[in-house]
C-alpha cells in the first residue's frame, strides 16, 4: 500500500557483501526520496536508508531489511546468527525481507522462506534447491515478489529490486520517475533471457557421455531418440533411465536446449534469416522452432536478436 510515511531501509553489509550494490541502492533510494517529496509536496523524507554491519543492528524493526549481492561466493550463515534471528522477528512485526542472488541463500537460512517461491542466478538456482529443498526455487524468473519477501536473481539485479521496492513504498509514480531519471528499465521479470544451457559432464557414465559429445556434432542436427539410444549401445529403456539420470533431463529435452543455445549464437552473431537458422538447428518447421525458443528463452527469435546481437565497432 502506498504511504506518505517514512520508510526506514536497512542495507545488511555482512561480511563479502558487494559494495557496488550497497552504495548504488543507497543512491536508488536517494533519488526516489527527492521525486516522493516532490511528488507528495513533502518537506521532510520519506525513505530513510541505513547500512548496517551484520552485527550491528538496530533496535526497532525498519520498513525492509535488504542482503545484497556478493562476489565471492554465498555467505556464511552459520556464523550470523543474530542476524539471522533479529530478521525473523522484524519479519514477524511487519518487515519486508528482500534478497539479491547470493544474498537469498543467507535468507533462505532464516527458514522464513520455507514453502515459498523464491530465485537466485540460475547457475545457483540446484545448488540453493539441494540446501533448502522445501523452497520454490524458479530459475526463469529475475524477481520473485512474494508480498513480504523479495528476491532477485543476478548480481547487478539490485536496480529492479531496487525499483519494486519504490513502487510498494510510494507507488507506481514514483517508481517511474526514478526509473525515466536514471535512464534504467521498470523492474524486469525474466532471467530465461540470459540463462545459458550448461550440461552435466561430470556423471561418469560414459555412455551417456559419449551422445552429449555425439549430440554436439552436424550428425546430430535432427537426432532422434532412437539414435541416440544406437550411439550409446544401449536398449532404449535403459538408455532413457540412465541419460535422465546422468544429466538431470530427458533426452529430447537435452537436444532442445543444445538446438536453442546454437540459435541464440547464430542470432547474435550473425545476419542468417530465422529459416536458415531454424533449419541449422534441426527445425525443417520454423514455427515449431518459434515456440520452442520462446518457451525457453521467454523471447521470440527476432525479439532477442534485437535485444542481444553483437554489433560491429567502427
Known amino acids: 500500500m502506498t504511504t506518505q510515511a517514512l520508510h526506514e531501509i536497512v542495507l545488511v553489509a555482512y561480511p563479502g557483501a558487494q559494495q557496488a550494490a550497497l552504495h548504488g541502492m543507497a543512491d536508488l533510494f536517494a533519488v526516489a526520496d527527492e521525486r516522493a517529496r516532490t511528488h507528495f509536496d513533502r518537506h521532510g523524507p520519506l525513505l530513510r536508508v541505513t547500512t548496517i554491519a551484520e552485527d550491528r543492528r538496530p533496535a526497532t524493526a525498519p520498513a525492509v531489511i535488504i542482503l545484497p549481492p556478493a562476489l565471492s561466493?554465498?555467505?556464511?550463515?552459520?556464523?550470523?546468527?543474530?542476524?539471522?534471528?533479529?530478521?525473523?522477528?522484524?519479519?514477524?512485526?511487519?518487515?519486508?525481507?528482500?534478497?539479491?542472488?547470493?544474498?537469498?541463500?543467507?535468507?533462505?537460512?532464516?527458514?522464513?522462506?520455507?514453502?515459498?517461491?523464491?530465485?537466485?542466478?540460475?547457475?545457483?538456482?540446484?545448488?540453493?534447491?539441494?540446501?533448502?529443498?522445501?523452497?520454490?526455487?524458479?530459475?526463469?524468473?529475475?524477481?520473485?515478489?512474494?508480498?513480504?519477501?523479495?528476491?532477485?536473481?543476478?548480481?547487478?539485479?539490485?536496480?529492479?529490486?531496487?525499483?519494486?521496492?519504490?513502487?510498494?513504498?510510494?507507488?507506481?509514480?514514483?517508481?517511474?520517475?526514478?526509473?525515466?531519471?536514471?535512464l534504467i528499465?521498470?523492474?524486469?521479470?525474466?532471467?530465461?533471457?540470459?540463462?545459458?544451457?550448461?550440461?552435466?559432464?561430470?556423471?561418469?557414465?560414459?555412455?551417456?557421455?559419449?551422445?552429449?559429445?555425439?549430440?554436439?556434432?552436424?550428425?546430430?542436427?535432427?537426432?532422434?531418440?532412437?539414435?541416440?539410444?544406437?550411439?550409446?549401445?544401449?536398449?532404449?529403456?535403459?538408455?532413457?533411465?540412465?541419460?535422465?539420470?546422468?544429466?538431470g533431463i530427458a533426452p529430447r529435452e537435452y537436444a532442445q536446449h543444445l538446438r536453442v543455445e546454437r540459435a541464440r549464437d547464430l542470432l547474435e552473431t550473425t545476419v542468417l534469416s530465422l529459416d536458415r537458422i531454424a533449419w541449422e538447428v534441426g527445425y525443417q518447421d520454423v514455427g515449431a522452432f518459434k515456440k520452442l525458443f520462446l518457451r525457453l528463452t521467454g523471447l521470440s527469435p527476432a525479439e532477442y536478436r534485437e535485444r542481444f546481437i553483437v554489433r560491429p565497432t567502427s
Open 73 to 182: 561466493g554465498s555467505p556464511v550463515p552459520e556464523t550470523m546468527g543474530g542476524l539471522l534471528a533479529w530478521m525473523r522477528t522484524c519479519h514477524t512485526n511487519g518487515t519486508i525481507l528482500a534478497a539479491v542472488c547470493a544474498g537469498t541463500f543467507l535468507l533462505a537460512a532464516t527458514g522464513l522462506l520455507d514453502g515459498r517461491p523464491a530465485t537466485t542466478h540460475w547457475q545457483s538456482a540446484e545448488r540453493l534447491r539441494a540446501l533448502y529443498p522445501t523452497i520454490r526455487v524458479d530459475p526463469d524468473r529475475l524477481l520473485v515478489d512474494d508480498g513480504d519477501i523479495l528476491t532477485v536473481a543476478g548480481v547487478m539485479s539490485w536496480p529492479d529490486l531496487g525499483l519494486r521496492l519504490i513502487e510498494k513504498l510510494l507507488g507506481p509514480a514514483v517508481m517511474a520517475e526514478t526509473a525515466r531519471d536514471l
Open 185 to 247: 528499465d521498470p523492474p524486469r521479470r525474466d532471467q530465461r533471457h540470459y540463462r545459458q544451457f550448461v550440461p552435466v559432464l561430470t556423471h561418469g557414465d560414459r555412455a551417456i557421455l559419449a551422445v552429449q559429445h555425439w549430440l554436439r556434432t552436424d550428425a546430430a542436427r535432427e537426432a532422434s531418440v532412437a539414435e541416440m539410444s544406437r550411439v550409446s549401445a544401449l536398449g532404449e529403456r535403459t538408455f532413457l533411465r540412465r541419460f535422465r539420470r546422468a544429466t
